[in-house]
């Protein structure tokens, strides 16, 4: 086995075992996690079989192997950095009604305790 | 047909002009049947805005995140929509809407039906104006809006307005975020709604910055009409 190679699946393992921890913990919800562990999946399976890398080269007709990786993990981030900020507006609409909702319970509230006083 | 009117005044860090334009508006006479009653959203403002209102006869929601006017004025709209009032006037914190001309809304809502009337600076050049440029965009979205809607408003992002109960159950269930006013028309005339308008006499500010300034304008021009499109498209 390559050096390199050895030094991307010890990576990955510890990666994976990262997000696992974080999962565990609660600090990461599962699907955001979900997109992470398929990438690091990705990562292994290449480390391992780097034959595998030459196919996909060859099926899809790209000239440098680097440039597929580069073209394939950048359009991934672009689809997750998107879908991160329909993550953002959902909670920003939740965070407004929120808001909305505390504000005027408050007003209520308020009333409610005057009228008691008086 | 008279009945219970709200004034929505959205504020952020107004405690300078709160306590000229509150004495004004709660001396206003409506029309006849008409009462008033007057709600403060302060949008988390940074001064004392909420101990300045809290010592008229108004209420105040007092937000505990800042969600700009858009998200501010709809607070203002859920809770006449809640507390059953006919009329929802959204009037400017900074003293631009001056309260005298509140029963020009209201008259001309009573003449005309419309479900929406705006209070106007352009229909008689009257009061203040504003810049140049703010003007030119003006004219942007008094065209864009006529693309859009069909109806020709001249003064699409003016804040002073009247809703109407229609209006208000709608509003009340969705209002644009930021810079709402040219996007919302685009909302209300989807929803078979009429929107009217009717001039008015608008003071400069007394106080507080304009939310749209300089650098800003672009990135406005950009996403109101982004906004608006995506607004046309979408289905009711």
């Known amino acids: 086995m390559l050096r390199i190679q050895f030094i991307t699946i010890a990576v990955n393992i510890l990666f994976v075992l990262y997000i696992s921890r974080l999962i565990i913990k609660g600090k990461l919800r599962e699907e955001y996690a979900i997109v992470w562990v398929i990438c690091t999946l990705f990562l292994l399976l290449f480390s391992f079989w780097t034959d595998g890398l030459e196919l996909l080269r060859k099926l899809t007709g790209v000239v440098v192997a680097a440039n597929l990786v580069f073209t394939g993990f950048i359009f991934a981030i672009l689809v997750y950095l998107l879908h991160l900020s329909v993550v953002a507006s959902k909670l920003y609409n939740d965070n407004k009604k929120l808001g909305q909702e505390i504000s005027l319970l408050k007003e209520k509230f308020n009333k409610h305790l005057e009228e008691q006083k008086s | ?236």
């Open chain 2, 1 to 236: 047909m008279p009945g219970k009117v709200l004034i929505v005044i959205p504020c952020y860090n107004e405690e300078a002009s709160l306590p000229i334009l509150l004495p004004e508006l709660l001396s206003t006479k409506l029309p006849h049947g008409y009462e008033l009653q007057a709600a403060i959203i302060n949008d988390c403002s940074k001064d004392n805005t909420v101990a300045v209102a809290r010592k008229y006869e108004v209420t105040v929601l007092d937000l505990p995140v800042n969600l700009g006017i858009g998200g501010a004025v709809q607070t203002g709209i859920r809770f006449a929509r809640d507390n059953n009032f006919d009329l929802a006037i959204q009037l400017d914190g900074d003293g631009q809407h001056p309260p005298k001309e509140l029963a020009k809304l209201i008259n001309y809502h009573i003449e005309t039906g419309a479900n929406v009337v705006i209070g106007s600076r352009f229909i008689e050049k009257e009061g203040f104006q504003s810049s140049f440029a703010r003007r030119l965009g003006i004219q942007y979205f008094h065209w864009l809006n006529r693309l859009l809607t069909g109806q020709a408003i001249y003064d699409s992002t003016s804040g002073f307005r009247l809703f109407d109960r229609k209006a208000i159950a709608l509003a009340a269930a969705s209002y644009p975020d930021e810079y709402p006013e040219p996007e919302s028309l685009v909302v209300f005339s989807k929803a078979g709604l009429k929107v009217a308008e009717v001039a008015v006499v608008m003071a400069a500010r007394q106080g507080g910055q304009s939310s749209i300034r300089s650098f800003g304008s672009l990135y406005y021009c950009i996403k109101v009409t982004l906004a608006m499109f995506f607004s046309f498209i979408r289905k009711p």
